[in-house]
């Protein structure tokens, strides 16, 4: 953040505003584009009866906003998660291990976990 937002010469809190305006206004248009998985949702809620602390592991390149919109897409309510990735916490891509690592830094292992 400190390198990207000056090089666009755009103040920042200026960019955010529309950044956040499109994933407010714009983004969740493309709901219709996305297919939703029938078995996903029954699958959550199994796991967690069964126990299990549950996130969502995904490629972290978008903001919370879209990838929250993506999970209410999928028929899951984003706030049931423990941890979703996103890119306004995490710093790696899947490619990169330590992003699991922060993963499960972030929690203390002491029951069944599902990712």
């Keep these: 953040m400190r390198e990207f937002y000056p090089k666009l010469g755009v103040p920042k809190d200026q960019l955010l505003e529309i950044i956040n305006e499109f994933y407010d206004e714009i983004f969740p248009l ?6 939703r998985a029938r078995d ?30 993506a999970c209410s897409w999928a028929g899951l309510d ?12 995490f710093h790696f891509s899947k490619t990169i291990p330590r992003i699991m690592q922060k993963f499960l830094g972030a929690w203390v292992a002491d029951g069944p976990v599902l990712m």
């Design 30 to 35: 493309w709901e219709s584009s996305h297919r």
């Design 78 to 89: 984003p706030e049931r998660f423990e941890l979703i990735s996103t890119f306004d916490h």
């Design 40 to 69: 996903t949702a029954p699958f959550i809620d199994w796991a967690f009866q069964q126990g299990y602390r549950i996130a969502i592991a995904t490629d972290p390149l978008l903001p919370r906003k879209a990838t929250y919109h």
